[in-house]
């Protein structure tokens, strides 16, 4: 299982919300670089990095921070937030992204997203499959839908996604533990479905059942800036 710790931006800077509110919001690092120097440094080799700026926007707006991240680190970085044009995903290539989670697009424009998995193949596009009680949330989880998760999951299964990133927005930020049962039920659905499960890790526990449920990766952020997890920690876990 990968470790895959995250760091989320608003206006150039390392933050984090809860519950993806973004008055809820607290400031870690004004220099995301020396954040992401510091998971490279404990071994760890990839980053969740989330525009939270173009999230809201709907167009990515951060990618100066990309690129110096990815520029100046060997972190294999997933990218999301604000990509919802041929062109935003462009910019975010380009700065060195090595995949691209794509969630509101996959429901607002599904044939860009299938374009985008034809195009650029699976082992880039990652389908962003956020939920508020089971059901996907969009746009940096300002808006609710009537689609059921595993029904979003299942069509873009079909149509050749290998990857999947699912938040349970009712954890995130909490530091309450993850949706165990979201991920269990995905992963009884989608045996060869790659899950990233994110959300609600409040310690090494968390992290140790998820990687006995065998998920592909989990996305730690808040654990971390909290301290309730360390760099040493999850460095060993992730090389066992």
């Known amino acids: 299982m990968y470790i895959i710790p995250a760091i989320d931006i608003i206006e150039g800077k390392a933050v984090r919300l809860t519950q993806g509110d973004y008055h809820q919001k607290k400031e870690y690092n004004a220099r995301p670089l020396e954040v992401a120097q510091q998971f490279e440094d404990a071994g760890l080799t990839r980053l969740h990095l989330v525009d939270l700026d173009g999230a809201k926007e709907k167009h990515v707006i951060n990618w100066k921070v990309l690129e110096?991240?990815?520029?100046?680190?060997?972190?294999?970085?997933?990218?999301?937030?604000?990509v919802q044009s041929d062109d935003?995903?462009?910019?975010?290539?380009?700065?060195?992204?090595?995949?691209?989670?794509?969630?509101?697009?996959?429901?607002?424009?599904?044939?860009?997203?299938?374009?985008?998995?034809?195009?650029?193949?699976?082992?880039?596009?990652?389908?962003?499959?956020?939920?508020?009680?089971?059901?996907?949330?969009?746009?940096?989880?300002?808006?609710?839908?009537?689609?059921?998760?595993?029904?979003?999951?299942e069509k873009w299964v079909e149509k050749g996604v290998k990857?999947?990133?699912?938040?349970?927005?009712?954890?995130?930020?909490?530091?309450?533990?993850p949706s165990f049962d979201l991920y269990r039920n995905l992963q009884d659905q989608f045996p060869n479905l790659n899950i990233i499960a994110s959300g609600g890790v409040s310690n090494m526990a968390d992290i140790e059942t998820l990687a006995d449920m065998g998920v592909f990766g989990v996305i730690v952020g808040k654990?971390?800036?909290?301290?309730?997890?360390?760099?040493?920690?999850l460095s060993q876990l992730s090389l066992q």
Not at 224 to 232: A, D, H, N, P, S
């Open 68 to 82: 110096q991240i990815a520029s100046k680190t060997r972190l294999h970085v997933d990218f999301g937030g604000g």
């Open 223 to 233: 654990a971390i800036y909290e301290g309730r997890v360390t760099l040493k920690e």
């Open 163 to 177: 990857y999947v990133i699912s938040t349970d927005v009712a954890k995130d930020g909490l530091l309450q533990g």
């Open 88 to 153: 935003d995903l462009r910019v975010v290539f380009e700065c060195g992204a090595k995949q691209v989670t794509g969630g509101s697009i996959a429901v607002k424009n599904p044939d860009l997203m299938e374009r985008w998995l034809s195009r650029h193949g699976a082992d880039a596009i990652i389908l962003g499959a956020d939920a508020k009680n089971e059901k996907i949330a969009v746009s940096g989880w300002e808006e609710s839908t009537e689609v059921w998760v595993y029904d979003f999951v």
